[in-house]
């Protein structure tokens, strides 16, 4: 079965800087999109960044330009996001979902929280 | 940019028919997708491409898309449907656009 499994979140200072981890199973990871999407708590979906199935193909949303960096590795069935000179408003749960077409989301992993504070 | 817009809330009493609208600029030329979230857990695709239901969604969920509105529609409504539900398009200039989400309530 389809498994997302995200980790890295964590309390960090504004400013600060830290790497989520999507850990991806029962699918062959490197057929697939895959994306990042926020959730502040109270509030709705804010979709972050989309990778293509190689790596060649990266957006950002214009929240997060500049400031965080997608990334894949298909021999490890993996999806990373490096979030750099964070702030208070990214604070949010992270969730990692696959795209099977673009803009469709059919799996979600079931999130990792980051914690943006002094 | 393009902005989906959601009742932030629908009542239903059980047994009868939820209809949830996502309103956008001709969002009937864009296909649409619904999620569902309950509480403290992470969004399920409910309806993909307007109207179609992935395997294990109830029948009794179903979606439409024309115009201006796309509609999510709950029938027979069980307590078990109470949920948030956003949705969701995929726009050219905007990228991922999600609608800010409506809470279901059973009464």
């Known amino acids: 079965q389809v498994q997302l499994v995200e980790s890295g979140g964590g309390l960090v200072k504004p400013g600060g800087s830290l790497r989520l981890s999507c850990a991806a199973s029962?699918?062959?990871?490197?057929?697939?999109?895959m994306s990042w999407i926020r959730q502040a708590p109270g509030k709705g979906l804010e979709w972050v960044s989309y990778i293509s199935s190689s790596g060649s193909t990266i957006y950002y949303a214009d929240s997060v330009k500049g400031r965080f960096t997608i990334s894949r590795d298909n021999a490890k069935n993996s999806l990373y996001l490096q979030m750099n000179s964070l702030r208070a408003e990214d604070t949010a749960v992270y969730y990692c979902?696959?795209?099977?077409?673009?803009?469709?989301?059919?799996?979600w992993g079931q999130g990792t929280l980051v914690t943006v504070s002094s | 940019s393009y902005v989906l817009t959601q009742p932030p809330s629908v009542s239903v009493a059980p047994g009868k028919t939820a209809r949830i609208t996502c309103g956008g600029n001709?969002?009937?030329?864009?296909?649409v997708h619904w999620y569902q979230q309950k509480p403290g857990q992470a969004p399920v695709l409910v309806i993909y491409y307007d109207s179609d239901r992935p395997s294990g969604i109830p029948e009794r969920f179903s979606g439409s898309n024309s115009g201006n509105t796309a509609t999510l529609t709950i029938s027979r409504v069980e307590a078990g449907d109470e949920a948030d539900y956003y949705c969701q398009v995929w726009d050219s200039s905007s990228d991922v656009v999600f609608g800010g989400g409506t809470k279901l309530t059973v009464l």
């Open positions: 001709n969002i009937g030329s864009k296909s």
């Open positions: 979902a696959r795209e099977p077409t673009r803009g469709e989301f059919d799996y």
């Open positions: 029962g699918f062959t990871f490197s057929d697939y999109y």
